[in-house]
């Protein structure tokens, strides 16, 4: 049986054989009939100008950083989520005296108010603007 | 071994007929909202036998196969290729830690013990995973609309990228305070606590409003679907697929309906159990109560995926400005609102909990959710009220 993960890498495979046997099934079956027309990026039926990939708003790398912080941050709180209740989590902690509850809750609180300041500067800033 | 290998082929068969079905179902929907009559034509081939439409998506997956399979010249090919392979895979492959039904008796040829109905049982980190391949799906369309290199691919795909991220966020909030009420993160785990602490839909009103909201942008759906808003971008981040291709993009968009249905029906609903404590985790295994709960299961997803489609024919679409403000400004703040209520609720009652139960008898966890229903319309009223700030639709004046 091997791992406790191997199933997931199996259905991973499983997925992307689907993936790529449909693929491959759809280029054998189907016709093949190549066309200048074809090779044209679809403009809404203009002849296309300049390459598509151009500069493009700061703000969807704004938006992408914020994501990436405010993520990194909520995977911290997994944990604390994950302990509060669990058996084997926060009160055998306590109870082995490594720690106090009250401690663990307002750590928390302290940190989910350092995010929330995050967002606010970051929403005075103008980062979460759009126009 | 081969038991995993079985219980892979089923999900995949079943996602994928569940998948083509569930078009069928949407299509006839959306004739039935709009008055006219829809997909009632294809049954039986040769036939004159209709059944309803039912031949509908065979035809349709048919065809599909048999389109040519074209790769136009001005992409990026390899790319081009990539893209409707990593989103189909990160759309099935969320399925391993997703159970689909309860424990099946154990049958003689194959295993001894009882068969959890889950590709991968036992895995501590489930809704983690969920997320993290949820993620890879970003990767999917954001390789599409570069890949493309046409202009309306570009925009769809940058565009619905950064509609993705942004929700990812209220989604990992919402599912916080389940995770905090139930202290795992095992998705067949917290089915077996909302049979005692009451359905989270009704104790943590707020969290699944995060999380459905969100839920619907993730999956694109019509609310939130400006990742192909046709009217504006064509066909956003796959403008340039054709055939194949383009069936595997729109066959994981409706996969991403469905494990959005699953994971409200399981984190929200209490998965396979009545209400009420009907049902409990104390039944014995058997197939009886097996099928009945696969039954109670899908009947709740089916019935979340039919409000999916019921909403897609009931609101307009939000314009690009207001779905990032609606993502960053209400839902991730009543997130963390909603995170810091649950947490204090536990608080409360890791001190309190015994003498409250002791006082107010079977009366505890309704009391809760009252505090909890009290607290989300508060919460939504003062976002409503503050409104004027978060979403002002007047045009913008330079500043």
Known sequence: MGHLATPILLMILASAALGVGMLVAGTLLGPSKPGAVKEMPYESGMDPVHDARRRF????????????????????????????????????????????????????????????LGLVYEWLRGVLRWR | MILVLIKIVILLAGLMTAAAYFVLLERRIAAWVQDRQGPNRVGIPMTKIRLLGLGQPLADGLKFIFKEEYTPAHVDRRLFILAPITILTAALGVFAVIPFGSMLPPISSLSEKP?????????????????????????????????????????????????????????????????????????????????????????????????????????????????????????????????????????????????????????FFGGWHLPFGLTGPDEPIGWGFAVFRILVFFFKISAVILFFMLVRWSWPRFRFDQLMSLAWKVMLPLGIVHLVFVATMAELHHYYGAQWVARMGGWATWAIAGCAWIFALGALGLAAACSPIISDNRPHTET
């Open chain 2, 115 to 267: 068969i959890p109905l889950i590709v991968a049982p036992g895995i501590d980190v489930g809704m983690i995973f969920v997320f993290a391949l949820s993620s890879i799906s970003v990767y999917g369309v954001i390789l599409g609309g570069w890949a493309s290199n046409s202009k309306y691919s570009f925009l769809g795909g940058l565009r619905s990228s950064a509609q993705m991220i942004a929700y990812e966020l209220p989604l990992g909030l919402g599912i916080l305070g389940v995770v905090l009420a139930t202290g795992s993160l095992r998705l067949e785990e917290i089915i077996e606590v909302q049979v005692t602490s009451g359905w989270f839909a009704l104790t943590q009103p707020l969290g699944f409003l995060v999380f459905v909201v969100a839920g619907f942008a993730e999956a694109a759906r019509l609310p939130f679907d400006l990742p192909e808003a046709e009217q504006e971008l064509i066909g956003g981040y796959h403008t340039e697929y054709s055939g194949i291709k383009l069936l595997l993009f729109l066959v994981a968009e409706f996969l991403h309906m469905i494990t959005a249905s699953f994971l409200i029906v399981i984190l």
């Open chain 1, 57 to 116: 708003d700061v703000r969807f790398h704004l938006v992408a950083i914020a994501f990436v912080i405010f993520d990194v941050e909520l995977l911290f709180l997994y944990p604390w989520a994950v302990a509060n209740r669990h058996v084997e989590g926060l009160d055998a902690a306590v109870a082995d005296g490594v720690t106090h509850r009250g401690v663990v809750f307002w750590g928390v609180m302290f940190f989910l108010l350092l995010v929330v």
